[in-house]
């Protein structure tokens, strides 16, 4: 067994709140996650779950509460560690009076090339993110498209072995986002690890070898999307038409849309065969039964729904 | 020793000149050392008296202004407009990056006060005196200056580390006027008949940076002898104050979260 | 970093932070030699001009003026105990101070005394004194101290009797004058210089002064006056000593033994006083009293009392 790319243990991070400081908001809960050599990872959760506090985590912009991190073998405390990654922010900011290609240039200059090699890692990679044209342009005159890409490209600039990516599809048109995605496999394809938060939870679904969900600071679950999906309780579908006179049954009335003539019942597995004899009996001719498929999108929504309902609990707890 | 200061300054230093607080300085400089050869013309024989005067406190006073207001926002803004989150993801260490802010801004006033300086020069050569070897007192205290230049950075940067530039303002300039009136302040305790006061000013005397130690302008500018054990007590102490300020501020800094 | 690598780092920075305020401490010191060694002590303000400088101080004179004064005091008396020393710049210091504010009557009071003090105690100019007191008289119209100090200065300096007198009965006029203004002013029109009034004069300057330099300066005088009495009283003794025995004494021991006094007289600093081979009493060379000049030679250069 190789060493994972990233090993998170029980990592925590606590932020103190109040004047004092002595409350403290608790915006990562004992984290524990790996990720291995070679996967893409998806780190999805909504706002305010704690994927870009890990990820500041990751890159030393923070300090642990608790719990600690490696890279590749090397703890997050080794400044050696971070020749090993490299990271888009979310919502990069970079030195606006620079052009884009004075920035790269800048960056690459923290690691050993000569001159010549830097040129031309520098133009490469601006042809890579397609800013090529803009490459002189000054950066306070870029668009939040183009300063994403921008981004990208000084995160792959010294070839890591493993990619930090905070929302890297934020901001793109779905040309942009198609590119993202296209250099995201490509770094796969070289090897490389991919560790990428997102909201959009199709392009994860895409793209993802496994993803975590990451709600109130707390791990929800970790699999390959599909897996995910499937701890979900299966329902099925069943689509119906009633002949004319003809009504639905008073038990499932709540339960059921119309669609024109047509209508449509979600019911547990379970029931499914008790529902057919209950709809035959009422003279309904059934269309199709199909098993609802849950999304991952459904999983996050219901999740979002229970995080509300017991956010109450979590915030003020006293130390 | 480590090298990965260096980008960081010179990316300070092409900042600013893109800033182009660097031109505007020099306009203004280059206006007083007009101003200062019309003074020369009027009053006779201390003309140069005058010039040198006029010339070593505007250096000294433009140098302070960059000093302070590029000083404050030296780590601030980058906190404030996350640009430093990519920077320090890479191989860098938190007190390099100070390091490499630092010497990237004394760099800038280094370089203005030399303009500044040759200007001085010109403006002293103008009014007709041939160069002579007094002068060169001149050259010690624009040294003299820049040691205080370097001092009051350092304390900028330290505050930097932790307060928004207007706080960070406040502190510095407060430290610097105290400083300048240090020996004042020490006096004044001893004159006092409170024991506690005498031995708190100097405390004070001892602790805080003592600008006054740097202000030889008005022996340059009456041709007097500084003495060299003078350079190279003031050359020891603005580096024992940097390295100070230096250290703290990599202590204070190193522990930070970032927003 | 990890929270162990922070709190090793920070006590590590804690330990050098003071180290380093240890040796910078250490170092001022040598610095402040160095700079006192410059006898062109900086001006924060480089002007010398007290017009161009009340300008300068943005309605903060009274501040400055104190800053100044202060700086005054420091500058005598740092260079009061050095061998040699001059005073070039306590004229301007004490213009400066008192054009900031005309109403500091302690400046005047020490420009007094130390403007016009010579040798190393003084830059030697009672013409600025005499300047800077009258200056003060302008602005402190009620104030009879300066008129005593102006009083004090044409007796004790400029031996100009007339001037004095005039002084110290300007003075007698103005509110809460002692009445001794007026016994001075009549004793020094009628009879000049003498050992008495110049005793009553030092006197009042002890009491109506509260700074401590002045009243040091006063009391070594006044002991000084009090050794020249003594000593007018010895020669006196000693010339009788010299009708009796037909030789002038040698020791007072000589003069107790013929009877003519009780006790050693001693000086004010305790040692007793010796007689020289012309038969004139002198002080013992070991003793810290002096006998101020004033009292010895002929007065200073007409050309200098014009005021």
Redesign the interface.
């Known amino acids: 067994m190789s060493t994972p790319a990233i090993e998170i243990l029980g990592l925590t991070k606590d932020y103190p709140i109040g004047f004092w400081g002595k409350q403290v908001r608790r915006s990562l809960d004992a984290l524990t996650l790996e990720v291995e050599e070679g996967e893409i990872f998806g780190f999805l959760g909504p706002n305010g779950a704690g994927k870009t506090t890990t990820l500041k985590l990751l890159t030393?912009l923070i300090?642990p509460t608790s719990g600690?991190a490696r890279v590749r073998g090397r703890?997050i405390?080794d400044i050696g560690m971070h020749r090993e990654i490299g990271y888009l922010p979310e919502q990069p900011y970079f030195y606006d009076y620079l052009t884009a290609r004075e920035l790269l240039d800048y960056y690459a200059r923290f690691s050993n090339y000569t001159s010549r090699d830097r040129r031309e890692r520098v133009s490469r990679l601006l042809e890579r993110v397609g800013l090529t044209s803009a490459a002189d342009v000054q950066l306070r005159k870029y668009s939040k498209g183009m300063l994403q890409r921008a981004g990208i490209a000084q995160a792959i600039l010294d070839e890591p072995q493993v990619v930090l990516l905070d929302e890297p599809m934020s901001g793109l048109d779905p040309v942009g986002r198609y590119e993202v995605r296209d250099i995201i496999l490509e770094l796969k394809r070289q090897g490389r690890t991919v560790f990428f938060s997102t909201h959009i939870l199709s392009d994860a679904e895409m793209l993802c070898d496994r993803v975590a969900v990451l709600a109130g600071g707390k791990l929800q679950g970790v699999g390959a999307p599909g897996e995910i999906v499937s701890l979900e309780v299966h329902a099925m579908d069943i689509l119906f038409e009633l002949p004319p006179g003809y009504d639905v049954p008073p038990a499932l009335r709540k339960s059921v849309t119309r669609i024109g003539a047509r209508c449509r019942l979600e019911v547990p597995e379970a029931e499914l065969y008790t529902t057919l004899d209950e709809l035959r009996r009422f003279e309904a001719r059934i269309l199709s039964v199909s098993p609802v498929r849950p999304t991952l999108e459904d999983y996050f929504l219901r999740l979002v729904g229970e995080r509300r309902a017991d956010s109450h609990g979590v915030e003020a707890s006293v130390r | 020793m480590t090298t990965t200061p260096v980008p960081v300054a010179l990316n300070t230093f092409r900042e600013a000149v893109r800033d182009r607080v660097l031109y505007n300085l020099i306009f203004f400089a280059l206006l007083m050392m007009g101003a200062a050869i019309l003074v020369g013309q009027i009053s006779i024989g201390i003309d140069r008296l005058v010039i040198i005067?006029l010339g070593l406190?505007s250096i000294s006073l433009i140098g302070l202004v960059m000093a302070i207001f590029i000083g404050v926002g030296l780590v601030s803004k980058e906190i404030e407009k996350r640009t430093l989150y990519s920077l320090l993801a890479r191989p860098i260490r938190r007190w390099e990056f100070l390091l490499g802010k630092y010497a990237g801004l004394l760099l800038t006033l280094a370089v203005n006060t030399s303009f500044m300086t040759l200007g001085l020069a010109a403006a002293l050569y103008w009014v007709g005196r041939p160069l002579v070897r007094a002068d060169a007192l001149v050259l010690v205290a624009v040294y003299f200056i820049l040691l205080e230049l370097a001092l009051v950075t350092a304390l900028a940067l330290f505050f930097s580390c932790f307060s928004s530039p207007m706080l960070s303002t406040l502190f510095t300039l407060g430290i610097y006027i105290t400083g300048?009136?240090a020996?004042?302040i020490r006096?004044?305790g001893?004159?006092t008949e409170n024991p506690a006061m005498k031995t708190f000013t100097r405390v004070l005397?001892?602790?805080i940076p003592?600008f006054?130690?740097f202000?030889?302008?008005?022996?340059a500018?009456?041709g007097?002898r500084?003495?060299i054990?003078?350079v190279a007590?003031?050359t020891?102490?603005a580096l024992?104050?940097m390295?100070?300020l230096l250290?703290?501020a990599?202590?204070v800094f190193?522990?930070r979260n970032l927003k | 970093?990890?929270?162990s690598?922070?709190s090793r780092?920070?006590s590590t920075?804690?330990v050098?932070?003071a180290l380093?305020?240890i040796?910078?401490?250490g170092?001022?010191r040598?610095?402040d030699s160095?700079?006192d060694?410059?006898?062109?002590?900086?001006?924060?303000l480089?002007?010398r001009s007290p017009a161009a400088i009340q300008k300068m101080s943005f309605g903060y004179d009274s501040l400055l003026a104190d800053?100044y004064w202060?700086?005054t005091?420091?500058y005598y008396g740092s260079r009061f105990t050095v061998k040699g020393a001059t005073f070039p710049l306590l004229w301007p210091l004490l213009d400066i101070s008192t054009t900031l504010d005309p109403h500091l009557l302690v400046a005047y009071r020490f420009g007094a005394v130390f403007l016009s003090e010579s040798g190393t105690a003084g830059p030697g100019r009672p013409d600025l004194a005499v300047q800077l007191v009258k200056r003060g008289i302008a602005s402190n119209p009620d104030e009879w101290q300066l008129d005593m100090d102006l009083g004090f200065l044409y007796y004790w300096r400029l031996k100009d009797y007339q001037s004095s007198a005039a002084a110290f009965l300007e003075g007698s006029n103005k509110p809460n004058a002692p009445p001794w203004l007026k016994v001075m002013a009549a004793r020094v029109a009628q009879k000049g210089g003498s050992l008495e009034t110049s005793r009553m004069i030092w006197s009042e300057i002890y009491e109506s002064n509260q700074d401590p330099k002045i009243r040091e300066r006063a009391l070594e005088t006044l002991r000084g006056l009090k050794a020249a009495e003594d000593e007018v009283e010895l020669n006196q003794l000693a010339d009788e000593y010299q009708k009796r025995f037909g030789h002038f004494p040698t020791s007072v021991g000589d003069l107790r033994s013929a009877g003519l006094i009780q006790a050693i007289p001693v000086d004010p600093d305790g040692y007793p006083y010796v007689f020289q081979p012309d038969g004139k009493a002198a002080l013992d060379p070991e003793s810290s009293v002096i006998i101020p000049k004033e009292i010895k030679g002929p007065p200073p250069e007409l050309n200098k009392t014009h005021s």
């Open positions: 030393g300090f600690t703890s405390d | 005067n406190a300048c009136f020996g004042d006096a004044f001893e004159i005397y001892y602790l003592n006054h130690n202000n030889v302008i008005a022996a500018s009456h007097e500084i003495p054990s003078l007590h003031n020891l102490y024992l104050y390295a100070l250290v703290a990599s202590a190193s522990g | 970093m990890s929270r690598g922070q780092l920070r920075a804690l050098a932070v380093l305020f040796l910078i401490a170092l001022q040598r610095i160095d700079m060694s410059l006898a062109q002590q900086s001006d924060d480089l002007l800053i202060t700086r005091v420091q």
